[in-house]
């Protein structure tokens, strides 16, 4: 048994060093994207880990296990901390007392010998008993407490620290057995199990003697549960060799129990809540749902180590498993913590770059729509501007006709202001004369210049309102850009400018300057003061005012009016139409320096920052699943490829067969791209047509650990692939299903945000009924993370691909060239290509509009979804969606057919 603790630990500590590492790496990496200062300063705390996480890692990246005994017994302690070495170091025997006093026992790797230290690790000066031949064991002179040592207070906290040159010791445990005597009462119990605890990963025994718990036992374990109601404990039976012995001491509980009543400390531990009459299931849960890169907590809960019951020394082996159980649950909640945090950044770099690429794509097409707009907007005023004037010119005779009787009695009823009459309404200086035309002027220019301007907003309000409402969101789109950036005063300037620009360029105001009749009504007045006798004093009376207003009105040329308001109107559009165009300029020039800071920040996301944080998640999740699965054992090799070997499994995780993707990455380029791949596959729900990945495992031992290590990616394992299959010949009915399973594939990835962008006959892998799912994800990525690298197999790749800029279209066009395959039944490369003497001939061929020759199986309908799918313009290709549905119709089509010649 000593032999298989000591491989737990080790294997503890093997594993605890990668997860320490991929801590260091996370902490690293995470402080450079800080400080790269790329990111949203108020964003900067989202790319932190939380302290109480930290705190959860700290156990197990900064302590040692540690087996703490206590129990009911000193005679119990001695047995169980032996039965753990493997060797009687302690002195035991059915002779020991357990009313004697003995010290803490602390052992740890060393040389031979024993000391006595003061829980601050001070070493007393002591003399000791010898403690140097292999075999013997510790001096009981050394470990029990005299009368004489209780008076001295530091002498009585000491430990005794046992060192030994023991392999468990070796492998980094520590033992820990609580002192005896000095626990008499719960208070000092309760004091030294937290003080063992600490600093620690405690591995709780607790060591039972007699039949049933004593009532100071029960007290002390209830005490021990309130400090950590999660702890789990193994309880240990190690009764003296009396002829009361029975066999049933030799028993094991293990979950459900499976003992009656009779079992008093069963049933004890049961009322305790340390046991329970339900089944336990501590095994690791199967990997069921690999849409989940992060476990949640309350799945972590369910395999946390549940306490035991162990009846018998001679079952004490039931302790490794315990012990493994205990270990790896740290492990697990370590690597949870970590994979949670990388998982959750990884998604905020993802959403980052998709809202980065959407700012780059609809900026200029924003700000070409405004331009655009306005442009329209301008021109349609303008136009009806001119073709309005007739109307326009009628409006205003119908204004000055409907208005005339209130103008006069408005007029009649004035009474001027600073001029002097005489009883008769008569001016007692003439020269005030120009008082009382103004003054009547100004009376009647109010009221009819309100009137004409309101009822021209009237005849454009429509035709503005149906420009502006869209304009209006749009620049404030634009607008909202410069909020994060309000030290940079010139682009607040540029920004304003644009936004006073759509308030004032097409307001058509009430005022005297929107419709300017003064000059008319000024030469009007100066006619009818021309036509007054100068020697005579003037009377400015009711009739005369009435007569003056109605010569005024009558007299104004409706024509020259209306001609007068369309020149002002024009002018205006024209000024208000060049200051847009001005401020359009300087809000082009932001945005540009804008998006081209934006694009660098889209590379650094996608080239750097991303795929590092990609390379953590990929760690550790394949820790985590390392802990929870382990290694799955390689069998024959089935396939090779371009970057790796695959293997069949047998099981694993539960799930089976399996095939194992063993891909050794060269360097960190390589590495960044399975660790994408890793992740987007990953991350995907469960779907019929894509080949799930179950798991992942990094072997950091490969090839001696001299070199890189290899990342086995383990999913689920099919019969054939595709190209296979048409090799062997398929029926096309069986084919054509084939093709329908293929585009439901696409169409799911596309649904997902992924492009595959390598859809060709060796990716489609099928099962044994011949239903077919997409496999090798390698290049699949969201179109935001594509940095517009050429990637794919040449036949199959799209003449945009070489641009490198392209959408999820790409599939489309694939599909349509691995859809010839499927309906020709063979895997021969199209005449067509045939003569292409190398990938850069084929590619020059396919950017001119080469494609498969069409053959004389194919009818119309396969012939035209083909041509459809390899168009060469990307927008004119068919959506996934609608290929499923006419594939659809071809297949129930070619049943019917079948089922009409069966008749």
């Given amino acids: 048994m000593v032999s298989k603790l000591v491989d737990e630990i080790t294997q503890f500590h093997d594993q605890c060093s990668i997860l320490k590492q991929i801590n260091w790496d996370t902490t690293k990496v995470l402080h450079e994207i800080r400080n790269s200062g790329c990111l949203p300063q108020d964003s900067d705390s989202a790319y932190l880990i939380p302290d109480e996480d930290l705190e959860a890692l700290s156990p197990v990246c900064e ?100 060192t030994l040159p023991h392999p468990l010791l070796k492998a980094g445990a520590q033992i820990v057995c609580s002192s005896t005597g000095l626990d008499s ?41 309130a400090l950590d109601p999660d702890r789990s404990i193994f309880f240990a039976k190690c009764h003296r060799n009396t002829q009361d012995s029975t066999e049933s001491d030799r028993e094991f509980i293990s979950g459900p129990l499976n003992q009656s009543g009779s079992d008093k400390i069963s049933q004890q531990l049961c009322d305790l809540g340390f046991l329970s009459t339900d089944t336990i299931n501590d095994s690791p849960a199967k990997n069921e749902n690999n849409g989940n890169l992060t476990m949640r907590k309350s799945e972590i809960t369910r395999l946390k180590p549940k306490s035991k019951l162990m009846n018998g020394i001679s079952k004490f082996s039931e302790f490794e498993t315990y012990l493994h159980n205990v270990l790896q649950y740290e492990l697990l909640v370590g690597a949870s913590v970590l994979n949670e945090h990388h998982s959750r950044i990884l998604g905020m770099f993802i959403a980052t770059a998709y809202d980065l690429q959407r700012d780059m794509i609809i900026t200029p097409k924003r700000l070409e729509y405004a331009k655009k707009k306005e442009e329209e907007l301008f021109h349609a005023m303008m136009d009806s501007a001119s073709r309005k004037q007739e109307e326009i010119k009628a409006e205003i005779r119908l204004t000055i006709t409907s208005l005339t009787p ?163 109107f024009k002018q205006r559009l024209r000024n208000s139409h060049d200051s847009f165009s001005a401020s359009m300029k300087m809000i082009a020039m932001y945005h540009g320096g804008r998006l081209e800071k934006t694009g660098n920040g889209l590379e650094k996301v996608r080239k750097n920052y991303a795929p590092k944080v990609a390379r953590l998640v990929l760690e550790s999740t394949s820790l985590r699943d390392l802990i929870l699965y382990g290694t799955p054992q390689m069998g024959r090799e089935i396939g090779r490829g371009q970057y790796g070997v695959v293997y069949a499994c047998d099981k694993w995780a539960g799930s ?138 040449p036949i199959h790749m799209a003449p945009e691909l070489f641009s490198g800029k392209y959408d999820g279209s790409v599939d489309v066009y694939a599909f349509g060239i691995l859809f010839w395959y499927i309906c020709s039944g063979q895997v021969r490369l199209p005449v067509n290509f045939e003569q292409c003497a190398s990938k850069d001939q084929l590619w020059s061929c396919v950017k001119k509009g080469t494609r498969p020759e069409r053959l004389q199986q194919f009818d119309e309908e396969c012939w035209k979804v083909m041509e459809t799918c390899w168009h060469g313009v990307p927008e004119e290709r068919p959506l996934p969606g609608s290929i499923e549905i006419t594939l659809q119709r071809m297949s129930e089509r070619f049943q019917n057919q079948k089922k009409a010649k069966r008749k």
């Fill in 63 to 162: 302590t040692l296990p540690t087996i703490v005994v206590i129990g009911q017994s000193l005679y119990a302690k001695v047995v169980v901390v032996n039965q753990i070495l493997g060797e009687a170091v302690l002195p035991d025997g059915d002779d020991i007392d357990n009313s004697e006093s003995w010290r803490t026992i602390r052992l740890k790797f060393g040389p031979r010998g024993v000391s006595l230290v003061l829980p601050d690790s001070y070493v007393l000066a002591s003399t000791l008993s010898s403690f140097e031949r292999e075999g013997q064991c510790v001096p009981r002179s050394d470990l029990e407490l005299k009368n004489g040592d209780k008076l001295d207070p530091a002498l009585a906290s000491s430990v005794a620290e046992v």
């Fill in 185 to 225: 009462t719960t208070e000092q119990l309760e004091q030294n199990v937290k003080a063992y605890c600490e600093g620690a990963i405690p591995i709780v025994i607790y060591a039972v003697e007699h039949e049933e718990l004593s009532e100071q036992d029960v007290c002390q374990l209830s005490h021990i549960q």
């Fill in 406 to 568: 209130k103008l006069v009695e408005e007029a009649a009823a004035m009474e001027f202001v600073g001029v002097e009459l005489t009883d008769s309404d008569e001016l007692v200086n003439s020269s005030d004369i120009s008082k009382c035309t103004y003054q009547l002027k100004d009376l009647l220019l109010k009221e009819l210049n309100k009137s004409l301007a309101l009822k021209l907003l009237d005849s454009v309000q429509c035709l503005k309102e149906s420009f502006l409402g869209t304009l209006q969101r749009c620049i404030e789109s634009l607008e909202s850009y410069d909020k994060e950036e309000k030290s940079k005063e010139e682009n607040i300037h540029a920004v304003s400018a644009f936004k006073q620009i759509l308030d004032s360029a097409y307001q058509m105001e009430a005022t005297t300057r929107t419709v300017n009749l003064a000059r008319f009504l000024f030469e009007k007045i100066q006619q009818a003061l021309t036509m007054l006798p100068r020697k005579t004093p003037v009377k400015v009376d009711v009739e005369w005012k009435k007569k003056v207003s109605l010569d005024l009105l009558a007299n104004l040329s409706d024509s020259k009016l209306a001609k007068n308001l369309c020149s002002q």
């Fill in 656 to 793: 089976g067969p399996c095939a194992l993707k063993s891909v050794v990455p060269p360097d960190d380029k390589h590495w960044n791209d399975l660790a994408m791949e890793f992740c987007y596959t990953r991350a995907l729900p469960r779907h019929d047509r894509i080949v799930g990945l179950l798991g992942s495992i990094i072997d950091y031992n490969y090839a001696g650990g001299g070199c890189c290590p290899a990342v086995l990616l383990v999913m689920n394992r099919l019969t054939r692939d595709l190209h296979h299959g048409l090799k062997n010949g398929l029926h096309f009915s069986i084919r054509l299903q084939i093709a329908l399973d293929v585009i439901q594939g696409i169409r799911f990835l596309h649904s997902q945000g992924l492009i595959h962008r390598d859809i060709k006959l060796k990716n489609v892998l099928l099962d044994n009924v011949h239903r077919a799912k997409i496999t090798d994800l390698g290049f699949c990525k969201p179109e935001a993370m594509m940095s517009g690298s050429i990637v794919g197999t």
